[in-house]
Nanobody, 119 residues
């Protein structure tokens, strides 16, 4: 049973920081490209950051310079940190794993964790 479970969501303040975690089971992160996505109400799903099996890391322009994606393959975990939170950062954040091998695509998604801005 493959599962990806996000955690760390909650109430945040503009200008603050968030740190999210994704824990996997039933799969080995080492052979998957790992990506954080997010989706705000009424908006399209947006790629936030990705960490590939080859060690490449890419960030979207919206978080570049204030975000860090890290993976721990030994623990099958993925983390995302975003500093200097902006009003557009609150959203549901999703962890995903992607691999293509032997002509087959493997793609898994977590259920998401909600990041809400304080009011």
């Amino acid at each position: 049973q493959v599962q990806l479970v996000e955690s760390g969501g909650g109430l945040v303040q503009p200008g603050g920081s968030l740190r999210l975690s994704c824990a996997g089971s039933g799969l080995t992160f080492r052979i998957f490209d790992m990506t954080w996505y997010r989706q705000a109400p009424g908006k399209e799903r947006e790629l936030v950051a990705t960490s590939t099996t080859s060690g490449s890391i890419n960030y979207s322009d919206s978080v570049k310079g204030r975000s860090t994606i890290t993976r721990d393959n030994a623990k099958n975990t993925l983390a995302l940190q975003i500093d200097s939170l902006k009003p557009e950062d609150p959203a549901v954040y999703y962890c995903s794993a992607f691999s293509r091998m032997l002509g087959r695509t493997f793609e898994y998604w977590g259920q998401g964790t909600q990041v809400t801005v304080s009011s």
